[in-house]
């Protein structure tokens, strides 16, 4: 079974652009969520989708948004870029959103901000 | 709320000689946990978890982690190192509740020697 896909991998954008990352789960999964890691901050939870709608939400301003399809592919969207947004943005997939489900990985994306 | 703290942020080994990783939770919850692993330039991969099972719990490639309510705490030990244990780990709890978002201890990084 294929894991959890991110595309693209890699992304070069200045200050003020805006950045669509997308995640494809693993089949089946419903539930998708969102991280983003840097040096300082380590791993901080973005937000996470089911059955296409937000669930939960981390403490990120508006500029940070996503959306979930039918299909359970993701999308998440940041605008007015700032240079602090340069981080790997990792995507997980996972059957439910329950907390004792496991959740798989994708590569990540990593974003930097000229 | 619910918190991770990882006590070291790097543990130098020599190949061959035993692993300990230490984390301590914070959980209101009876807490589902998890250990991640992520070699340089991927993505995390899930190594065991925790979900108020047996206490002794088995991962993958020999790792294996203790649930010690008594003491708050969740460490991921390992008999005996290989070269290809080299990697940052974190210690992770799922949020409370029925939502499922982690929370991320800061990461620690595994040094082996030769």
């Known amino acids: 079974k294929a894991g959890v896909t991110q595309t693209p991998r890699y992304l070069i954008k200045t200050r003020g652009q805006q950045v669509t990352l997308s995640c494809s789960p693993i089949s089946g999964h419903r539930s998708v969520s969102w991280y983003q890691q840097t040096p300082g901050q380590g791993l901080q939870f973005l937000f996470e989708?089911?059955?296409?709608?937000?669930?939960n939400k981390g403490n990120f301003p508006g500029r940070f948004s996503g959306r979930q399809f039918s299909n359970s592919r993701s999308e998440m969207n940041v605008s007015t870029l700032e240079l602090g947004d340069s981080a790997l943005y990792l995507c997980?997939?996972?059957?439910?959103?329950?907390?004792?489900?496991?959740?798989?990985f994708g590569p990540g994306t990593r974003l930097t901000v000229l | 709320a619910q918190s991770v703290t990882q006590l070291d942020s790097h543990v130098s080994v020599s190949e061959g000689t035993p692993v300990l990783l230490r984390c301590n939770y914070s959980?209101?919850?009876?807490?589902?946990l998890f250990w991640y692993v992520q070699h340089p330039n991927k993505g995390l991969q899930l190594l065991l978890k925790y979900t108020s099972a047996a206490t002794l719990v088995k991962g993958i490639n020999g790792f294996e982690a203790e649930f010690k309510k008594s003491e708050t705490s969740f460490h991921l030990t390992k008999p005996s190192a290989h070269m290809s244990d080299a990697a940052e780990y974190f210690c992770v709890v799922s949020d409370g509740g029925s939502q499922g978002n982690l929370i991320f201890g800061k990461g620690t990084k595994l040094s082996v020697k030769p």
């Open positions: 959980s209101s919850y009876s807490p589902s």
């Open positions: 989708y089911f059955s296409e709608t937000q669930r």
């Open positions: 997980a997939s996972s059957w439910t959103q329950s907390r004792t489900d496991t959740q798989y």
